[in-house]
């Protein structure tokens, strides 16, 4: 049941599709923030109310998989998948339109923007007088958001520790507030200036999902995980292709583990997820995480990513293992040391071997993945990334993913194109305008040597071929892709 109060000053959504079962962290540090205020809100989760009414058969079928799994997100991006559950669009339009809030806030991810503005664009044009804000990872950039998501009055871009509090005190005395640093309003005169992120992260409250019970989060196999954010931004922030290389910031060993145990005496919930660009960042201060935990004996289990780097030794992932980490994600990318130079990634394959090896003979789950195509890669290239994969065989739980490169919005090649070669097939403005958020492949390629979509593509099912063929365990997600579930 899908219950909106009326009377709100802001109800705080968040749409489908997400992971499931990973908390919404996103509206779960909102939701903490607004806890502060003197505003009259609500926070709803459509994303795991319809989940659970989707597996109980409250739903239409919509396809033979889980709608929720990672190799269905793109499902709910297709006109054609999402008419099947319009009827659940318009009921969810009607009630919010009768509670009639103030103020409709919105998570929005790729993942979940068709279907937030489906709603949206209801409730815009039978209640326009309703002041819509957005946020969440589709406002990382401020040149971005308002062209991928248009149906907005404010937007607050990254982070709203510090931003959003102001704006909806204004909102509420009847002001139309404009020209906010980190804020985008319809009233704006003047360009945008980004806000300085919170330094302090020890002084933002962690999610607790209190607007439920949190074990709604339980898949239906009884699955749960509960994401951490150690650090924000990135230690390294130097990758070529990468679209998050923003300022890091970290938390406490202190505070990370508190909650930890929050979760564990409270809930019983033991699975935890770093759900950061490098749990690692700092391997003295992830030692330091590690030493609390194993001081207060919390027996829990965790995973996260790691940015390979010198300083992961043996002893390393001993002291991981035993404070409860029981699967890393290596974000290796490069598999040669002339495309982990073009990808400025900082290591070299003797680094990736020792790292791998170490990690795997502690007993942990070893992931990892490549990024094809980036400008400069050879066939040579791939030929020696090949090798190299498979002689590192032993020490590799899975491969994750075989991504080709992406153009992504604030990565370097995005930013500085013809520093590397990108040429654009038709007129780069326009292309950026129409594509704000990510170019398509068939849109662009890089010279010396050339490289288009369809080398980019007969790379990875080189790749791919090779692989399975030396038995390099490999996910199902990497079979998604490679029977062309995703570009």
Not at 129 to 142: N, W
Not at 151 to 172: F, K
Request: net charge neutral.
């Amino acid at each position: 049941m899908i219950d909106f109060k009326a009377d709100q000053e802001l109800i705080l959504l968040d749409f489908p599709q997400r992971y499931v079962p990973m908390m919404p962290s996103g509206i779960g540090y909102v939701h903490e923030l607004l806890k502060t205020s003197n505003l009259q809100f609500q926070t709803v989760d459509l994303n795991i109310i319809l989940y659970h009414q989707y597996h109980d058969g409250k739903l239409p079928k919509l396809m033979d998989g889980d709608p929720w799994d990672t190799t269905s997100m793109m499902c709910w991006s297709d006109d054609d998948f999402l008419d099947k559950l319009q009827p659940t669009i318009d009921s969810i339009s009607i009630s919010l339109i009768k509670a009639r809030p103030k103020i409709i806030g919105v998570s929005a991810s790729g993942t979940n923007r068709k279907f937030a503005l489906r709603v949206l664009s209801q409730i815009r044009e039978r209640c326009p007088e309703i002041i819509i804000l957005v946020g969440g990872y589709d406002c990382a950039y401020h040149y971005v958001a308002p062209r991928i998501f248009p149906i907005y009055d404010y937007m607050v871009i990254r982070e709203a520790e510090i931003t959003l509090l102001p704006l909806l005190h204004s909102i509420m005395k009847g002001e139309s507030p404009h020209n906010l640093p980190g804020i985008i309003s319809r009233n704006d005169t003047l360009p945008f200036q980004q806000a300085e992120p919170i330094f302090y992260l020890d002084d933002v409250p962690f999610p607790t999902y209190d607007w439920t019970d949190p074990l709604i989060y339980r898949t239906k196999n009884g699955i749960y995980k509960v994401p951490l954010s150690g650090s924000r931004g990135c230690s390294w922030a130097r990758c070529t292709f990468c679209s998050e290389a923003w300022k890091w910031r970290r938390r406490s060993p202190r505070k990370i583990v508190d909650e930890m145990e929050y979760w564990r005496s409270n809930y019983g919930v033991y699975s935890f997820s770093f759900n950061e660009s490098d749990m690692a960042g700092d391997l003295v201060h992830l030692m330091a995480i590690c030493d609390q935990i194993i001081a207060r004996d919390l027996k829990l289990i965790f995973s996260g990513l790691l940015h390979i780097r010198k300083g992961m030794d043996r002893d390393f992932f001993r002291k991981l293992y035993q404070a409860g980490c029981r699967q890393v994600a290596c974000g290796v990318d490069a598999w040669c040391n002339h495309t982990a130079r073009l990808q400025n990634k900082g290591y070299d394959m003797e680094i990736i071997e020792s790292v791998l090896k170490a990690c795997r003979q502690s007993g942990i789950v070893v992931e990892t993945n490549i990024v094809i195509g980036v400008p400069g890669e050879t066939e040579q290239d791939i030929e020696e990334s090949i090798r190299n994969i498979i002689r590192m065989k032993p020490y590799i739980t899975s491969m994750q993913n075989l991504n080709m490169l992406i153009l992504g919005a604030g990565s370097q090649f995005y930013d500085n194109p013809e520093r590397y070669g990108i040429i654009f097939r038709g007129e780069k403005a326009k292309i950026y305008h129409e594509h704000p958020y990510i170019i398509p492949a068939a849109l662009w390629y890089s010279d010396d040597p050339f490289i288009d979509l369809g080398i980019r593509l007969n790379r990875r099912n080189t790749i791919y071929k090779r692989l399975r063929e030396a038995d390099v365990p490999l996910t199902t997600y990497v079979d998604f892709q490679a029977a062309g579930g995703r570009d």
